[in-house]
C-alpha cells in the first residue's frame, strides 16, 4: 500500500493547503484608468537565456488580476535579428518565507504587482514596449532596452537535432537526465529546496514536481481563475534553486488523484464546488471548463516560461485515472491543449502528458504537439526489471522519432519497497536497462519518502551519472550494436537446467497475441508476453486466452500461479487438447488468503496466491489455459518445470553505438532484486562474445563496475573483420564495457 499512502497523505496535505489559502475576496476590485506607468528592469545587461524581470506600475479596471479577460498584459520584444516575440505578462503577490520548528510558511508580502519575465536567447540589443488592456480599451506604452550578453546558461532543452530520441540544449550540448521522482514539495520535515540539493549532491539533475493540489497546484482557491500565490511562490524558489543547481524539472500540471473519489470532491472545477463540471470527463469537453484551463495555461507560461530549468510541461500524471474520460475526448482535448500551448509559449518548452498503462495510448504520442513519449511501469511481480523496462523502452524507441522519458517505475504499486530491496536492485537494473535501451533519460523510481531518501540509495544515480559523465547523449546519433550469442569459456561445461517462468505483463485490456512460444533458454519467442488478467465472462471483449507451445525434456509439471481473483474464476488447462484440470475459484468473505469487498463493483475480489499445477509428459505440448468464470483471474506467473536449459551463458547483452563509442551492459539475468533478497544469485561462468560491426584497428576497452560507477580496468583490443572478442569474467551481477578507437 505504500503508493496510496503516500497519495492518501498528499490528499490530506491538499485538503490543509486549501483551507489555509486566503479567499478571493481578499484581492480589492481596482478600478482606475487604462495607463502604463513606470517599468523597472531587473538588469540593463542580462546574461543569454538568463532571466529578465520587467516590474510593471500599471492601472486598469478589474476585478480578478489572473483573468485576462478582465485585465491583460503583454510585451514585445524585438530581438538583435528583428524577431519579434510577444511574451504575457503576470499579477503576483510576493510571499515572505519563514521557517520555524522544520516547518515552512509563505505569507503575503505587500499587495501584489505586475511583471513580464524573459529569457533572450540571442546576444545583442533587445527593446520592448508593453501592451496592456482592459474592458474599455488597449494602450501601448512602457518602451525600453537591454543588452543580452554571453553566458554560461547552454539555454532551453530541446529535441536533438543530431539524434530524434535525445535531447540537447540550445547550444548543441547534450542533456540526460537523471533523477528520481520527489513529486510534492513539502512544507515540513524534508523540505522541497532541501531534498533538491540533496538529489543535486548525488548527481542527479532531474525531478518531476507535480502541480497538483497538494503540492504546487496554483488554482486551488475557492473559484475557479484565482491563483494560489503561496504555490507560485514556491514554484519560483525551486526554479531559482535549479539554476544554481543545474536541476531541470518535468512540471506536471495536474494529477488524476485531483480528479477522482475525494480529490474530486475538493476540485474546484467540480460543480458541488461552483465549477463549471458535474463529472470529471466534463473536464474535457465542457467550453467553460476548457477556457479556465487554458487561462491557467497562460499564467503558467507568463511566470515560469522564461526559466531554461524548465525541462518540459506535462499535461497530467496518469490519464486513465480521470474518472470515466474515453481516450477519444481525451485526445481530442491534448490536441487541443497541446496546439494552444505550442502557441502560446514564446520560448517552445517541450510538452508531454502520461498514462498508467505502461507505454500508453499510441495515438497520444502521435500528435505533433506532443513532444515526449513517457513509459510508467510498476512491474508487481518478482521478475528482472531490467528485462521489463528494456523491453518498454525499445517499444517506444522503435516506435517513435520522439525521446523516450520513464517517468515512472517501481516493483510494486501497492506495497511496500524498502523491505523487499532494501539495497536498491531494482532501482540500479532499471537505471542501467533504460539507458543501454535508448532512453532518453534515466528511468524515474517512485518512493523518495520511505525508500530512497531513508535508505540512503542515492548512489545509484551517482553510478549512472559518473558513467554517461563522456558518453554523447544527445551530441550523436546511436544505433543497436549487433554482438554474437555468448559462448562459455569452459566447452567442457554440462547444460544446466532449471525451471522456466513467465511472467505476465501487467495492464488492462485485450491480449494481442494468443500463442507463445517458449524457447529452450526459457525465453519467449519474439519477446512476447501474455497479460496478467485472465478476463472471464465480464469482459468477453477482452478475452485472447494464450496458449503456450513448449518442449519438456522430461516429465515434469506446468503451474499457473493464482494470485487474485474478481467475482469468481474458473480455471481450465488443456494439453494438446484434452482438458488436464478444472479449478473453481469463488470469491467472498473469508475466502482464500484474503477477501475484500469492493462496494463501487458490488463484487469480492479473493487473494488465492497459490499454485495450480498439472503434470505433463516428456515432449513437445501446447497448453491452453483459460478462465471461464464471470471476472478476471489475476497470474503472477507461469511456470514450466524443467524447461530451461541453459548451455550458453543466462545473461542479458544490450549494446548501442555511434561512428566513435560503443558500449555494452551485460547483466546476469538472476541478479534481480528478488533472487538477491532470497540468496539465490550464483555466478555465471567466464564467457565471451563477439562484438560485430566496429571498425578495424587498435581499439581501447574500459570495464566498468557499476555499482559506484568507476572503471575496474582498462585494456587494449584489437577489431578484425569488424569483430571484437570480449572475454567476461565469471559475472555476479552485471558489468558496462565502452570501447573506442585508440588514441
Known sequence: MQRILMLAACLLAAAHAVAAQPKTSDFRPVRKRLAIGQVVPSATKVGQYEKLELRVDLAATYDNPFDPDEVRLDAVFRAPSG??????????????????????????????????????????????????????????????SFEAVAGQNPGFVRQSKVDPHYLAFDTGRGFFPIGHNVPI??????????????????????????????????????????????????????????????????????????????????????????????????????????????????????????????LCW????????????????????????????????????????????????????????????????????????????????????????????FGEFGIRSHSTTADKDPKGWAIHNGLWSG??????????????????????????????????????????????????????VDKARKPETRDAVIIPQNRWGKPEHNEFVLQSDGQVEGDRLPLRLLHGDGHRDLKNPPTFVVEYPQPGKFAVHVDTVSSSGLLRIWIDDRQALERALPCGEKLGKKSVYRPQWKLWETTYDEQVAVEVPAGRHRIRVDNLGKDWVAVAKYTFTGCKVLDRPNVLVCGMKTQRLAMLWIQNRESCWYNHGQGKVGDVGAFALDVVGLPDGPHRVEWWETWKGAVARTEPAEVRGGKLTLRVPPLASDVAVKIRPAP
Open 83 to 144: 524577431t519579434e516575440i510577444r511574451v504575457p505578462g503576470f499579477f503576483m503577490v510576493r510571499q515572505k518565507r519563514d521557517i520555524r520548528d522544520g516547518r515552512e510558511t509563505m505569507a503575503p508580502d505587500g499587495e501584489g504587482y505586475w511583471a513580464v519575465r524573459f529569457a533572450p536567447r540571442e546576444t545583442g540589443r533587445y527593446t520592448w514596449r508593453l501592451v496592456l488592456g482592459d474592458r474599455s480599451g488597449e494602450v501601448r506604452s512602457g518602451e525600453g
Open 435 to 488: 539507458l543501454f535501451s535508448f532512453c532518453a533519460g534515466g528511468p524515474m523510481p517512485w518512493w523518495h519518502e520511505n525508500y530512497i531518501d531513508p535508505l540512503n540509495l542515492y548512489f545509484h544515480f551517482t553510478a549512472l551519472e559518473r558513467f554517461t559523465k563522456d558518453v554523447p547523449l544527445g551530441t550523436a546519433r546511436w544505433e543497436w550494436l549487433d554482438t554474437t550469442a555468448p559462448e562459455f
Open 314 to 405: 506535462e499535461f497530467g500524471n496518469e490519464f486513465e485515472g480521470w474518472e470515466n474520460s474515453p481516450d477519444s475526448i481525451q485526445l481530442a482535448w491534448h490536441k487541443e491543449m497541446s496546439e494552444h500551448l505550442r502557441a502560446i509559449d514564446p520560448f517552445g518548452h517541450l510538452i508531454t502528458t502520461s498514462f498508467w498503462s505502461n507505454t500508453g495510448p499510441e495515438q497520444f504520442w502521435d500528435l505533433p504537439a506532443i513532444d515526449l513519449v513517457q513509459t510508467h511501469c510498476y512491474t508487481n511481480d518478482d521478475g528482472n526489471v531490467a528485462e521489463t523496462v528494456r523491453r518498454y523502452s525499445l517499444h517506444q524507441w522503435k516506435r517513435y522519432q520522439k525521446p523516450h522519458i
Open 185 to 310: 514539495y513539502h512544507t515540513q520535515g524534508q523540505l522541497g529546496d532541501e531534498a533538491m540539493r540533496k538529489l543535486a549532491g548525488a548527481g542527479e539533475n532531474y525531478n518531476r514536481w507535480w502541480m497538483s493540489s497538494g503540492g504546487f497546484g496554483i488554482e486551488w482557491m475557492d473559484r475557479l481563475g484565482w491563483y494560489r500565490q503561496d504555490a507560485a511562490a514556491r514554484i519560483d524558489l525551486v526554479l531559482d534553486q535549479a539554476r544554481q543547481l543545474g536541476m531541470y524539472f518535468m512540471m506536471c500540471m495536474d494529477t488524476h488523484q485531483d480528479f477522482r473519489e475525494r480529490g474530486w470532491e475538493r476540485n474546484p472545477f467540480n460543480a458541488r464546488n461552483g465549477g463549471p463540471c458535474k463529472t470529471p470527463a466534463d473536464w474535457f469537453t465542457d467550453e467553460t471548463a476548457r477556457r479556465f484551463y487554458k487561462k491557467r495555461l497562460r499564467y503558467t507560461v507568463a511566470r515560469w516560461g522564461y526559466s531554461t530549468n524548465v
